[in-house]
Structure formats: C-alpha cells, structure tokens
C-alpha cells in the first residue's frame, strides 16, 4: 500500500501491513486511514499510534464505507443506545467519509461516561458517531450552516483533500531558513478594517478581513497594495466574528479566493449572520450589496472549524494554534509557528485580560514566542476603566432611576459579545432580586447570536457553564427576555406605556433598530440612552456622545430633526483590555516577546501604548501605519 502513496502518507504506511489500509487521505493537516478489516478497526496493534508518534500528526483510523451498517439499522440501534435525556434532535449520515453525526440538546448524555455510549455506537454499527449540541434557543443560521456542509459533503472531501496536499507538499520536520514579513493593509493606528497579510518563502496568509463601519471614505482595508494578489493566498484566518475583521471574508470569494478559512465554530457562526445583515441592511438602505449570499455560502464551504490549542499545519511552512482572547464568544489569539521552528509570532487581535461577565481571561502561556502584533484600542495612559462592581453599580442605578420615572432605557449593542455581557447582567440583577422583574426587548441581531451563545457553552467561562450545565439555569432563558421579530413589534415596544430595557444593534448607532428607536425615544426626557461600547469618529453614537442636542436625519430631500431630551449615559464596560490589562498581559506573557507591533487603536494611542512597553521592558516596538511593512525575519 505505501508504493501507492508518497510523501507523508507513504511515511505513515511504511510500518503498516499493505493489505490492511484500502485509502489513505488529507482532512485538512489530519490524515485519514480506512481499511477494511473489522478486527483491525477495533484493534490496530499500536500501529495507528507509532505513525501518530513518527510523523507527529493527527492520523486516524475509520471503517471502509463497505463495512458500515445500513443507514436505517444504524438509526435505530443509536436511538436505542443514547439516553432519551440526551434529547436526539437530528441524525444525519456522512457515508463517504464513515461518519454519522448525532445531534443533541444534551451532548454530555448522548456520549456517556468515558464516552461508553459513543463507544458502543461504533462496535454494533462501524460507523464513527460524532455529537453535536441542539442550541437550547433554535438558531436558524446554525441549521443553515449545518444544511449547507451535509449537502455539499463530497465537495467538503475533495476540498479538505485538496488542502492537505497543498499543506504536505514540500513538508520536512527539519528547521527551514525563510524570510517573514507582514503588510498592514488595515487597523495601522486606526480602529476598523483589520487586515494583514503575512508572508514567507512558501506562503501567503492573510489575518482577519474588517472594514471599518464608521468610515465612509476609508471603509476598505487597501486591497490595491501591489503585494495583496487573491490568486496567491493560500490560507485566511480570522480572529472573531465582529465586522472590523471578518465582514470582507466572503468578497474574498467573490475575487476569486477558493482557499481554507481557519477559524473557531462560534466565529464562523456568527460571522455568517452578520455577513448576511450586512446584505439586508444594504438592500434596505436602496444599495446594491458587495456580496450575495451565495459568497457567504461559498465562505461557509470552505471554513475549517478549530479548538483552542488545537494545532495545525496550514501551508508547508506554517503551523497554527488558536488561544482563548477573552474578547467575544470563540475570539481568538492567532499563534503562527513558522519555519518549524524559525519565528514564533502571535496577533492578539482584540483581547480582554479579565475575567469578563462570560469568558474567561485571555491566554499568556505559549511555547515559543519572539514577536507580537497586539491591540491598543484603550492603550492610552488615561483608558483605566472602573471595576466590574463600580460598573455594575452604576448601571443597576441608571436602570432603577429611569424604571421609577416609567422611562426606557435604549441600549445600542454590538450584537455579539457586549449585548450578550449586557443580558447576563440584567438577568443577575432579577435573580437576585435587586430590581423588580422589567420586559427586556431583545431587537436586531442580538436574539439569533445569543442562539449561538447557547450552542457553544463550553467556550463560556466557568462560572456561566456551571450555571447551564449543573444548575439547569441558563440565563439566555430567562423570561425577562423577549424578542422583537418585526416592524409592528417595534412599533408596539415604542408606544407602550410602561418601562422597559431595549437592546438592539447597531452599537456605534451607524444603522439598524437602534437608530430607529433613537428617533423616537430621544423626545422623552423619561428616557434613558445607555452606550455599552466604543464609538468610532464620525458613528452617530459617537457624535450624541459628545453632547450634541440637535441631530438631523435625511428622507428623501427632507430633513427631520430629532432633539435629544433623554438622558445620555456611558457604561464604562468592555470587552478589549484596559491600559492597565494590556500592560499586565504582556508583563505576564510566558516567554516574552522580543519584538511588539500596536494596531487597533488611534495612533496617539498606540504610540502611548509601544513608547510605555519599550520603557517597562526593553522591548522593541512599533506602532506601524497602514500600506507598511515589517519584517519580522
């Protein structure tokens, strides 16, 4: 069998008896065996293990298709065999690649101690059953999402295929002598528009993909950089779902790029939903959208969902770990390995070092670490933000103040990570009865992601998982919370008498049900307006933020004024790091880096934030500009 293959897979097959394996294929960077021998299935002799330990990659062993038991047998044995606690909500079979996929509101139960359920799925059938959990809130886009890969299955094979050969092509465990350099083409001393391209010898890989929703002349990261060509890149990463690095991945596409996108299942979620609001908001407004649904589809396709620590080869030069960033659910720290061994680089993009309402604090540990690319959104010497108590109490005080003067309390929210930070709280506040029960109105895109949220507890911090998965006390549940799913809804939320908290997207005001709500609530003196995050120069959050009482809106050729009479407050909340986090975070950082890149921050702040960490630590930094280049080998 291994005269039939080169390179890695003939490596592996060296030490395997030849009639044992009948294929042998990439899935991504993982090698996939099958044979057709049942007893060497369930017992291989250790040799699936020496391969794994002399090539030190993922190898895995699955049952020929022509061994697997009819699909209709196999659904009945599996309903059999899981707990009807388990709450089976969907079976569906992947035939070519022996694969059955199980989901199930109660993941944990459907796969039984030490994994005995699982287990005895694979003896009775020789199909390898995978679990997937049911949101506990029906998410329409992860049903999309999951339609989409089980439809276009076989093209997912040939593809994930296609990228281990690419990946394996010219491997070698030994050191590689190449150059690294990385181009800013975004978020170079600005906020938005995070992109980078990094590239060697051998690779081009591009980090995150934004644009920056504030702006209207300089939305676009400078695809026209003579080093930015589509047809070159070879993989694209993308840190976390917000718009300022992931809402351009699917135009990508519709250039031409048929590549893999690394990212987290969280990320690649809800970059989808936003991607698609993007599309809506575009033909509302009376424009033609950048990219159709069929690019996100497309996107969609060609995503390789990845855990925290999970490492992975992603061209023959690169390898790559995500780490926990503590900014959003399923945000990420990219760690590029590169030259097996040459340069260690680690892009933080946008990170929170704190235990956060709903995720644990960022990542300082790595195994090799010599330059870093890290954010300075709040690195100026004055961005010291309050404790999470003071904050807490402020806000409970805003809410019971506007409450008593039967007032509402509009809070425009980035629909994923602040909005979500912002119910649990609001939850907390009833549960613990420090506030009387109130309505909750949940607009825009903030229900569908929160689904998300209820998908992927374990990406939550631990605190919040105890509380879904031990206390059957999830507070996305909550009653309090409703959702307003039209026009008509909203317009009954608006003239209702009573007090309530409405939390709608977008959260710089540039668009959505927030500004529709503005408008007509700004009038009432009662009212509360409550930002809950950072607002970009030129956004209309930005402007009503620094005071202005007069804002005018354009219909047509008629200008409408809307005076604001409702009081304007700043929650004093993030989900970046303060000055001080970003200072402990690199101080902490396990080893540390030789070399710091500021991006994603203001230029005052970023050069603040690279002349303070030279002073503290010796380090070298830059604070580099959009269209330069840096090399960092």
Same mark, same amino acid.
């Given at each position: 069998?291994?005269?039939?293959?080169?390179?890695?897979?003939?490596?592996?097959?060296?030490?395997?008896?030849?009639?044992?394996?009948?294929?042998?294929?990439?899935?991504?960077?993982?090698?996939?065996?099958?044979?057709?021998?049942?007893?060497?299935?369930?017992?291989?002799?250790?040799?699936?293990?020496?391969?794994?330990?002399?090539?030190?990659?993922?190898?895995?062993?699955?049952?020929?298709?022509?061994?697997?038991?009819?699909?209709?047998?196999?659904?009945?044995?599996?309903?059999?065999?899981?707990?009807?606690?388990?709450?089976?909500?969907?079976?569906?079979?992947?035939?070519?690649?022996?694969?059955?996929?199980?989901?199930?509101?109660?993941?944990?139960?459907?796969?039984?101690?030490?994994?005995?359920?699982?287990?005895?799925?694979?003896?009775?059938?020789?199909?390898?059953?995978?679990?997937?959990?049911?949101?506990?809130?029906?998410?329409?886009?992860?049903?999309?999402?999951?339609?989409?890969?089980?439809?276009? +299955?076989?093209?997912?094979?040939?593809?994930?295929?296609?990228?281990?050969?690419? *990946?394996?092509?010219?491997?070698?465990?030994?050191?590689?002598?190449?150059?690294?350099?990385?181009?800013?083409?975004?978020?170079?001393?600005?906020?938005?528009?995070?992109?980078?391209?990094?590239?060697?010898?051998?690779?081009?890989?591009?980090?995150?993909?934004?644009?920056?929703?504030?702006?209207?002349?300089?939305?676009?990261?400078?695809?026209?950089?003579?080093?930015?060509?589509?047809?070159?890149?070879?993989?694209?990463?993308?840190?976390?779902?917000?718009?300022?690095?992931?809402?351009?991945?699917?135009?990508?596409?519709?250039?031409?790029?048929?590549?893999?996108?690394?990212?987290?299942?969280?990320?690649?979620?809800?970059?989808?939903?936003?991607?698609?609001?993007?599309?809506?908001?575009?033909?509302?407004?009376?424009?033609?959208?950048?990219?159709?649904?069929?690019?996100?589809?497309?996107?969609?396709?060609?995503?390789?969902?990845?855990?925290?620590?999970?490492?992975?080869?992603?061209?023959?030069?690169?390898?790559?770990?995500?780490?926990?960033?503590?900014?959003?659910?399923?945000?990420?720290?990219?760690?590029?390995?590169?030259?097996?061994?040459?340069?260690?680089?680690?892009?933080?993009?946008?990170?929170?070092?704190?235990?956060?309402?709903?995720?644990?604090?960022?990542?300082?540990?790595?195994?090799?670490?010599?330059?870093?690319?890290?954010?300075?959104?709040?690195?100026?010497?004055?961005?010291?933000?309050?404790?999470?108590?003071?904050?807490?109490?402020?806000?409970?005080?805003?809410?019971?103040?506007?409450?008593?003067?039967?007032?509402?309390?509009?809070?425009?929210?980035?629909?994923?990570?602040?909005?979500?930070?912002?119910?649990?709280?609001?939850?907390?506040?009833?549960?613990?009865?420090?506030?009387?029960?109130? /309505?909750?109105?949940?607009?825009?895109?903030?229900?569908? *992601?929160?689904? *998300?949220?209820?998908?992927?507890?374990?990406?939550?911090?631990?605190?919040?998982?105890?509380?879904?998965?031990?206390?059957?006390?999830?507070?996305?549940?909550?009653?309090?919370?409703?959702?307003?799913?039209?026009?008509?809804?909203?317009?009954?939320?608006?003239?209702?008498?009573?007090?309530?908290?409405?939390?709608?997207?977008?959260?710089?005001?540039?668009?959505?049900?927030?500004?529709?709500?503005?408008?007509?609530?700004?009038?009432?003196?009662?009212? +509360?307006?409550?930002?809950?995050?950072?607002?970009?120069?030129?956004?209309?959050?930005?402007?009503?933020?620094?005071?202005?009482?007069?804002?005018?809106?354009?219909?047509?050729?008629?200008?409408?004024?809307?005076?604001?009479?409702?009081?304007?407050?700043?929650?004093? *909340?993030?989900?970046?790091?303060?000055?001080?986090?970003?200072?402990?975070?690199?101080?902490?950082?396990?080893?540390?880096?030789?070399?710091?890149?500021?991006?994603?921050?203001?230029?005052?702040?970023?050069? /603040?934030?690279?002349?303070?960490?030279?002073?503290?630590?010796?380090?070298?930094?830059?604070?580099?500009?959009?269209?330069?280049?840096?090399?960092?080998?």
């Amino acid at each position: 069998m291994s005269g039939k293959y080169s390179g890695i897979r003939g490596e592996i097959l060296e030490d395997i008896p030849a009639n044992k394996i009948s294929d042998a294929v990439f899935e991504g960077a993982n090698i996939v065996l099958y044979t057709k021998e049942k007893e060497f299935f369930f017992d291989n002799k250790g040799l699936i293990k020496g391969a794994v330990n002399k090539v030190k990659k993922r190898v895995e062993l699955r049952p020929d298709p022509s061994l697997c038991l009819d699909m209709e047998e196999t659904e009945s044995i599996i309903k059999k065999l899981v707990p009807k606690e388990a709450k089976i909500d969907n079976i569906i079979f992947d035939p070519q690649r022996s694969i059955v996929i199980i989901e199930a509101e109660k993941p944990g139960v459907g796969i039984g101690k030490n994994g005995e359920v699982l287990k005895n799925i694979k003896e009775k059938t020789l199909w390898v059953p995978q679990i997937q959990r049911t949101p506990a809130i029906r998410s329409q886009i992860i049903e999309n999402i999951r339609a989409v890969l089980y439809q276009n +299955s076989d093209y997912r094979r040939k593809f994930l295929h296609k990228v281990g050969k690419r *990946i394996y092509n010219g491997w070698t465990r030994s050191k590689k002598e190449v150059w690294i350099r990385i181009a800013f083409l975004g978020a170079g001393r600005q906020v938005g528009r995070s992109c980078f391209l990094l590239q060697t010898n051998e690779s081009r890989i591009i980090l995150d993909c934004g644009i920056d929703v504030a702006s209207m002349n300089h939305m676009y990261p400078h695809f026209e950089a003579p080093e930015f060509k589509i047809e070159d890149i070879d993989a694209v990463i993308v840190s976390h779902s917000h718009l300022d690095h992931s809402a351009l991945i699917p135009l990508l596409f519709k250039f031409g790029y048929k590549g893999p996108v690394y990212c987290t299942a969280p990320t690649r979620d809800v970059m989808s939903l936003l991607a698609l609001d993007l599309i809506k908001i575009a033909r509302n407004d009376g424009n033609d959208p950048i990219y159709s649904s069929e690019e996100i589809k497309e996107m969609v396709k060609h995503t390789i969902p990845l855990n925290f620590e999970e490492v992975t080869d992603i061209t023959p030069d690169v390898r790559m770990t995500l780490y926990n960033s503590g900014h959003i659910l399923g945000s990420a720290m990219v760690h590029l390995h590169v030259g097996n061994g040459l340069h260690n680089f680690l892009y933080t993009a946008d990170m929170k070092y704190g235990k956060s309402v709903l995720l644990n604090p960022a990542h300082t540990k790595f195994p090799r670490l010599e330059s870093m690319m890290m954010e300075a959104t709040y690195g100026g010497r004055d961005n010291i933000l309050p404790s999470k108590q003071e904050v807490r109490e402020y806000f409970l005080t805003v809410l019971k103040d506007t409450i008593k003067r039967k007032g509402k309390v509009l809070i425009p929210v980035l629909g994923s990570g602040r909005a979500q930070d912002i119910m649990v709280l609001l939850e907390e506040f009833v549960r613990n009865k420090e506030i009387e029960p109130f /309505d909750v109105y949940i607009d825009g895109m903030v229900w569908d *992601i929160t689904a *998300i949220h209820t998908a992927y507890p374990e990406f939550l911090n631990t605190a919040i998982r105890k509380q879904i998965f031990h206390k059957d006390n999830n507070p996305f549940l909550n009653p309090i919370f409703k959702r307003v799913g039209s026009g008509k809804e909203r317009k009954q939320v608006i003239e209702d008498k009573g007090s309530c908290v409405i939390l709608a997207t977008s959260g710089m005001m540039v668009g959505g049900p927030s500004v529709q709500y503005f408008k007509e609530l700004a009038g009432n003196e009662n009212n +509360s307006l409550v930002f809950s995050c950072y607002q970009g120069e030129g956004s209309l959050g930005k402007r009503i933020q620094r005071g202005e009482k007069e804002i005018i809106f354009k219909t047509g050729n008629k200008n409408n004024v809307v005076e604001v009479k409702m009081d304007v407050h700043k929650l004093e *909340i993030s989900d970046h790091s303060d000055r001080k986090e970003l200072v402990s975070f690199v101080s902490r950082c396990q080893p540390k880096p030789k070399r710091i890149f500021m991006n994603h921050g203001e230029a005052s702040r970023c050069l /603040d934030l690279a002349s303070s960490l030279h002073k503290m630590f010796r380090l070298e930094t830059v604070s580099p500009k959009n269209l330069e280049i840096i090399r960092l080998k």
